[in-house]
């Protein structure tokens, strides 16, 4: 079954810790995405890319990094310096990103991040 | 601008139909999505429209798409209980990357 995974489901981490989420998917998609989600805020972008070795930041990328060192995988780490990091946390994927295109994102199960 | 806005919640009765708006901003969308969002879980995309299209009818969907004033709406024929779940409209501007802009979501809630 083709698809995109992110583990763990839910994450508890204290103030001050950074903490590093998954993503996977199998989908041989070139481009992927990180979103993060607040109730009534809808869907915001903290980073994407299109392919691997080369990312780039989203409008909401302060207080977060992410790799791609190979095609089926983009982990997404929260550090110490994002203020608000308690979210939902949304990883997509799509065939290529490119503009114009019917090029629509593919998204995983979601991450549930409760940072005290 | 990119603003993407819909109502927050909906409700309907189960056997009713259930319609739910979108309206956005820039006026060089090509496509525009309609997403589905179950409690907990990720986006499912539902259907999508072509910005040259005004309407779109797939099984108990329909898509209208008013470009002269950026308005959207997705139609659910005979709303079942399983459709409860959070709706987001999207679009995606030309230019660099596929940039998608997603709404805030339309809870929809459908009593039995």
């Known amino acids: 079954d083709g698809g995109i995974t992110q583990s763990p489901k839910y994450l508890f981490r204290k103030e001050g810790q950074n903490v590093t989420l998954s993503c996977e998917q199998n989908?041989?998609?070139?481009?992927m995405y990180w979103y993060r989600q607040d109730p009534g805020q809808g869907l915001r972008l903290i980073y994407y890319?299109?392919?691997?070795?080369?990312?780039q930041k989203g409008d909401i990328a302060e207080g977060y990094s992410v790799s791609r060192e190979k095609k089926e995988s983009f982990p997404l780490t929260v550090t110490s310096a994002q203020k608000n990091p308690t979210a939902f946390y949304l990883c997509a994927s799509s065939h290529s990103g490119t503009s114009g295109a019917r090029d629509e994102q593919y998204f995983g199960p979601g991450t549930r991040l409760t940072v005290t | 601008g990119e603003d993407v806005e819909q109502s927050l919640f909906l409700s309907v009765r189960e056997g009713d139909s259930s319609v739910i708006n979108c309206t956005y901003t820039?006026?060089?969308?090509?496509?525009l999505y309609w997403y589905k969002q179950e409690p907990g879980a990720g986006l499912q995309l539902l259907t999508y429209i072509f910005s040259n299209m005004d309407m779109k009818q797939d099984q108990r969907l329909t898509v209208l798409l008013n470009k002269k004033d950026k308005h959207l709406s997705l139609r659910i024929a005979d709303t079942q209980t399983g459709d409860s779940a959070i709706y987001f409209c999207?679009?995606?501007?030309?230019?660099?990357?596929?940039?998608?802009?997603f709404g805030t979501g339309t809870k929809l809630q459908v009593i039995p």
């Open positions: 999207a679009e995606t501007l030309s230019g660099g990357y596929q940039k998608v802009t």
């Open positions: 820039d006026s060089s969308s090509t496509y």
């Open positions: 890319s299109q392919i691997v070795n080369d990312f």
């Open positions: 989908l041989n998609h070139d481009a």
